[in-house]
Each structure stands twice: as structure tokens, then as C-alpha cells.
């Protein structure tokens, strides 16, 4: 019992990291109707660029933590302008758009690749070393940080979203994106804070990631495959679902640790996902239309 109340305390920090990816993700497939599979790479360069930052060239962690943001919410902004956007003007399908996303995928872990090497960094953590115990249970502060950060982070984009204008028209354009532009929403605008908000999301997760394993160009794949059987399992169209979808499958990976091997847990998850796309195509919390308008 001890030590499955541990483990539930270690998947809900990977949990953490992995909702923040789905999250992202899912929105951008919501709002702008893109599998954004660089989402991986995006990862993985918000971790090599606070890599940079604090452990290279020396800054305080909040400094570097600040600027790895701005330069990862850039990233994503070229992606958006210089690839997805002019992509859609010539209404590429749905293929096409894969094919460009995971090229940039391949193209920006190569360049991590070749800026750092191939192998594995470590981030100076410093919040580590503070443990707490809870009867038998041990967890650390950087596992609150994690968690609390996670969900802050999902409430703020709830909130942006609902409470604010141009979130009601995000989720007005995901819902039904031709209407949307008849009453005047900017499809260009609104793809482009989803890809913001995507990325702005990936940064903690990232340097997380640091803390707890260490850092390599594709570290983004685990967490991005995670994140896309979330989005499937919580509903595409629903950053509630793709929410959820992530910490229920990161707590389910953690307790099958417990009886089998490692990689069961991503073997059973995606499993998971197969019978939901077989048993509901539109996720738990998802809707059918959004589910057309991703394909």
C-alpha cells in the first residue's frame, strides 16, 4: 500500500509534465485544427535553451526562466507564421500539415542535436534537497512546485479563455471555424495565441524534466505521445479532456509499474486510447464536430 501511494506521488509529477504538453497540444488542434507534432521539438528546445541560460552562461533561475519562455513562445510563433500559416492560405490538407510539423519536429532536435550533443544534460534544481513526509509517503517540493504549476497553468488558460474576449472567440473559431469567420474572427490571430499559450505551457515541463531525468533532443516524443493519446482518450476539441486525459493516463503508467515492467505502462495506455477511438471517436469529453474538424 506504501509503495503504491508512493508511486501514485511520482505519476502525478510525470502526470504534471505530461498535462501541460496535452494541454498545449490539444489547443492547438482545437483552435487551429493542426496535429502539432513539433510540439515534441518545442519541448525539447525549451529545455536546452534554459539549459543554456542557467547552467552555460550563469543566469539566476527566474532571469533564465523568463527569457526561455519568451524565446520558446518565438519558436513557436515562426512555426506558426513561416509554416502552418502559409500552408493553410494554400489549403493544405490535413496531410500536409503532419508531414511540414513532424519535418520541423526531425529539423529542430537535429539542430539541438548538433548545438549540444546527443547526450543527456542535467538542470541545477533549486528547490531541491526539501522533502516532506506524509506518513509513509515522501514527496518533494519540486513535486508540488511541479503539480501546482500544472494546474495554475491549466486554470489560467481556462480563464483566459472563458473571461476574456479573444478566448471566447478561440473557442468560438474551434467550434465552428466558418461561422466564426463570417462574424469577423481573425483565423491567423487566434491560431497564433493557441501555438502561444502551446508553448508557453512546455516551458515548466521542460525544465521539470531537467530536474527529474535530464535532457536530450527527442525527450519531447514520451510526453508528446502521452500528450496525443490524452487528447484522444479526453476528447479532441476539449482542453478540459486533454487535461484530464494526461493525468489519468500519467496515474495509470505509475500504478502498472507496480506489477509489470516499465514499458507495459505505455503499451496499456495506448491501448487505452485504441478502445476509446473504437468505442467513442469523439473522446470522453470531446464533441463529434470538433472530431471532423481535426481530420
Do not use: C
Request: zero cysteines.
Amino acid at each position: 500500500m506504501d509503495l503504491a501511494l508512493q508511486l501514485m506521488v511520482v505519476g502525478l509529477s510525470q502526470a504534471a509534465i505530461y498535462s501541460m504538453v496535452a494541454t498545449g497540444f490539444g489547443l492547438v488542434l482545437a483552435v487551429s485544427h493542426i496535429f502539432h507534432f513539433a510540439h515534441a521539438a518545442v519541448f525539447a528546445l525549451a529545455g536546452f535553451l534554459a539549459y543554456a541560460l542557467i547552467m552555460q552562461v550563469g543566469m539566476p533561475f527566474w532571469l533564465g526562466f523568463v527569457i526561455t519562455v519568451a524565446l520558446t513562445v518565438a519558436a513557436g510563433l515562426l512555426i506558426q507564421f513561416f509554416i502552418y500559416t502559409p500552408l493553410k492560405r494554400r489549403n493544405a490538407g490535413t496531410f500536409a500539415l503532419v508531414l511540414a510539423s513532424i519535418g520541423i519536429q526531425f529539423a529542430i532536435e537535429n539542430l539541438i542535436a548538433l548545438g549540444w550533443g546527443t547526450g543527456g544534460r542535467y538542470l541545477e534544481n533549486p528547490f531541491g534537497g526539501v522533502f516532506y513526509e506524509i506518513g509513509a509517503v515522501v514527496i518533494s517540493l519540486t513535486d508540488i512546485i511541479t503539480l501546482a504549476v500544472a494546474i495554475g497553468g491549466f486554470g489560467a488558460t481556462m480563464l483566459f479563455l472563458k473571461a476574456t474576449r479573444i478566448g471566447r472567440a478561440m473557442m468560438a473559431y474551434a467550434d465552428n471555424p466558418t461561422m466564426a469567420e463570417v462574424v469577423g474572427i481573425n483565423p491567423t490571430l487566434v491560431s497564433a495565441i493557441a501555438i502561444t499559450i502551446a508553448s508557453l505551457l512546455v516551458v515548466p515541463g521542460a525544465i521539470a524534466t531537467g530536474w527529474y531525468s535530464s535532457l536530450v533532443p527527442t525527450m519531447g516524443l514520451t510526453p508528446l505521445l502521452y500528450a496525443v493519446a490524452a487528447v484522444v482518450v479526453g476528447g479532441i476539441g476539449s482542453t478540459v479532456g486533454a487535461f484530464l486525459g494526461a493525468f489519468m493516463l500519467g496515474l495509470l503508467a505509475a500504478m502498472i509499474s507496480l506489477q509489470l515492467p516499465a514499458f507495459w505502462s505505455d503499451t496499456i495506455a495506448f491501448l487505452i486510447m485504441m478502445v476509446v477511438v473504437v468505442w467513442r471517436p469523439s473522446g470522453l469529453l470531446g464533441n463529434a464536430s470538433a472530431a471532423r474538424a481535426a481530420r
